[in-house]
């Protein structure tokens, strides 16, 4: 535990907020791991200013359980809190600090445990999973997981140590965002037929799109445990124009859909983009030939959808000594690794009601069940 905490202290003096290099705590993570023997890859991204970590314990072979974690937090902006957000300190049995729950505090508790697992595991491998920019999209994960897809060798489970309060969750939604952008022809409001009005046919593509709730409702798989079951979509802003007698040139809708299976995302799409190429921007296209409309994906979190068959659950339904299991209302990196053909839980200590805020905390309890976890984990792959 001590280990633990003093790890943790250290994570939290690392200010890797989103927008920011976690490089500095990726080769922190790196060199913790090298020294437990680990076979560690570091993967830069684009701007060379981030990094996933993949490390790697015992032998050379398909299978093995990922323990993963994203590296960076939110902000602490307009957050008012009571002592340093990047300085961890303990009171009343929590440790306080900027990502103690989300989620270093699983990220340290893994590294603690390093040691011992490299001691136990034998013919099974275990895997460390360590991302950037999960807060603003899952990006760092959408990377990983292709370098694994173009791997030979394959993992068979993950455990996303997300705060769950160490409940194991098997499910949750997925999350798309998209800003939609029409451009038009501006002209005077006497004479509508002379332009091309972006607001008008930005009213069109949201009527649509509000057409596709019946359809998603329709749906809705039969043994769905979701709330409310099906798909929804959102319509969030719609913006444009500049004045009663002008014909607008330019219009923007932001919206957002959560599927609970990924066919549901592809039918949305697809009926949108069919109904933009055959009937909007024909009729757009005919009075102004520069007329468009783009869709730009603002983010696209694949869902954890739940399956009967699940490894990690029974795995930790052993670990635990609790067959429950839950849907939950955030996303994760989950439904990445799921579409690699893994099987996936998330459970991770902390609450999720304690994330993204002011006075953010980890209570040791929490963090002294995960550890245990952890350790029958080991006591697991050593056989
Ligand atoms: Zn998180």
């Known amino acids: 535990m001590e280990q633990t905490t003093g790890i943790l202290s250290d994570l939290i003096a690392f200010p890797t907020v989103s927008a920011d290099s976690n490089l500095e705590m990726i080769a922190y993570l790196a060199n913790r791991l090298e020294d437990c023997g680990a076979r560690v890859d570091v993967m830069f991204d684009a701007s060379g200013q981030k990094a996933n970590l993949f490390a790697t314990l015992g032998p050379e072979t398909d299978g093995g359980i990922v323990l993963s974690g994203h590296s960076d937090v939110v902000p602490v902006t307009d957050q008012d809190w009571t002592s340093d957000p990047f300085a961890m300190v303990e009171r009343d049995g929590r440790l306080y600090g900027r990502g103690t729950c989300d989620m270093k505090g699983f990220i340290a508790a893994t590294l603690a445990m390093a040691p011992e697992f490299a001691a136990q595991i034998s013919r ?176 696209e979190v694949a869902g954890l959808t739940p399956t009967s068959q699940n490894e990690a659950r029974e795995l930790m339904a052993d670990l635990l000594g609790s067959n429950a299991a839950e849907l939950v209302p955030f996303g994760t990196e989950a439904g990445l690794f799921q579409a690699l053909g893994l099987d996936v839980v998330v459970c991770g200590p902390g609450s999720i009601a304690q994330a993204h805020k002011a006075d953010e905390y980890l209570s040791l309890d929490q963090l002294s069940d995960c550890l245990r976890m952890l350790e029958r984990l080991g006591d697991q792959l050593a056989n």
């Open 124 to 299: 099974r491998p275990i895997h460390f999973a360590f991302t950037y920019d999960e807060e603003v999209g899952c990006i760092g994960a959408g990377h990983l997981v292709q370098a694994l897809r173009e791997r030979e060798l394959k993992p068979r489970l993950a455990l996303i140590g997300e705060p769950t309060s160490m409940r194991v969750v098997e499910g949750h939604k997925g999350c798309h965002e998209y800003s939609t952008r029409f451009q038009g022809l501006e002209g005077h409001g006497s004479d509508p037929g002379r332009g091309v009005n972006a607001v008008e046919y930005a009213a069109r593509y949201v009527n649509r799109l509000l057409d596709l709730r019946g359809d998603l409702q329709q749906r809705t798989p039969p043994d769905s445990r979701f709330d409310p079951p099906w798909t929804t979509l959102n319509i969030g802003a719609l913006n444009g124009g500049s004045a009663h007698n002008v014909i607008a040139s330019k219009a923007q809708v932001d919206w957002e859909m959560r599927p609970v299976q990924p066919s549901d995302a592809d039918h949305v799409k697809d009926t949108m983009a069919r109904y933009c190429r055959d009937t909007l921007l024909p009729a757009m296209q005919a009075i102004y030939p520069e007329a468009s409309i783009e869709t730009e994906v603002v983010g």
